[in-house]
């Protein structure tokens, strides 16, 4: 089984700032298979990325991901007040084999 | 996409409930649905997937031989059968839509399911 190690756990930020969001794969997976998602407080899950780099529908530009292998990177540009929240790294494995990192809380500093 | 689950309670450790969500705004029948759990202050975990025309159904290993998935393309309605229920399996149950075998691109609002005596 794959397992998706996020980090920071936790990042603290002002309105404005870069935020850079790690997901580690114990092994490598194929980017297509590579998802993102944000989950404000008491809300549902919101599909942010999917192939690593691809932004979902109705998602602002300064949302992006990259990476390959087992190294994959989220990144808000310039974080707005609504962008705080709990960001998951998701991976869509054969079988199929469907993997969750723990998840990274970008908090207002 | 619109998603609305219903069916969550309190229950009893070994007792059965099952979970419904009604599905409307897409093509139900052409796409794979998700159910997705997460306990209370935790991440999020996989629970079952069923392809579009019901034939191809895969769990996660936690839920093997205790939870059935199933559909009804003509009520446009997923479920979850729950038995065997365990004080771990308390969790809001998401239902979610399948974006071509590459990730979940719709969620419902949730459904609290609580096990405990």
């Known amino acids: 089984e794959i397992v998706l190690t996020q980090s920071p756990g936790a990042l603290s930020l002002s309105p404005g700032e870069r935020a850079t969001l790690s997901c580690r794969a114990s092994q490598s997976v194929t980017s297509s298979y590579l998802a993102w998602y944000q989950q404000r407080p008491g809300q549902s899950p919101r599909l942010l990325i999917f192939?690593?780099?691809s932004r979902a529908p109705g998602i602002p530009d300064r949302f992006s991901g990259s990476g390959s292998g087992t190294d994959f990177t989220l990144t808000v540009t310039r974080l707005e007040p609504e962008d705080f929240a709990v960001y998951f790294c998701q991976h869509y494995g054969s079988s199929p084999e469907i993997t969750f990192g723990g998840g990274t809380k970008v908090e207002t500093k | 996409v619109q998603l609305v689950e219903s069916g969550g309670a309190v229950v009893q450790p070994g007792g059965s409930l099952r979970l419904s969500c009604a599905a409307s705004?897409?093509?139900?029948?052409?796409?794979?649905m998700h159910w997705v759990r997460q306990a209370p202050g935790k991440g999020l975990e996989w629970v079952a997937l069923?392809?579009?025309?019901?034939?191809?159904?895969f769990y996660a290993d936690s839920v093997k031989g205790r939870f059935t998935i199933s559909r009804d393309d003509s009520k446009n309605t997923l479920y979850l059968q729950m038995t065997s229920l365990r004080p771990e399996d308390t969790a809001v149950y998401f239902c979610?839509?399948?974006?071509?075998?590459?990730?979940?691109?719709?969620w419902g609002q949730g459904t609290l399911v609580t096990v405990s005596s």
């Open positions: 192939g690593a780099s």
């Open positions: 979610a839509k399948d974006l071509i075998a590459v990730a979940i691109d719709s």
């Open positions: 069923i392809r579009h025309g019901g034939n191809n159904i």
């Open positions: 705004g897409f093509t139900f029948s052409s796409y794979g």
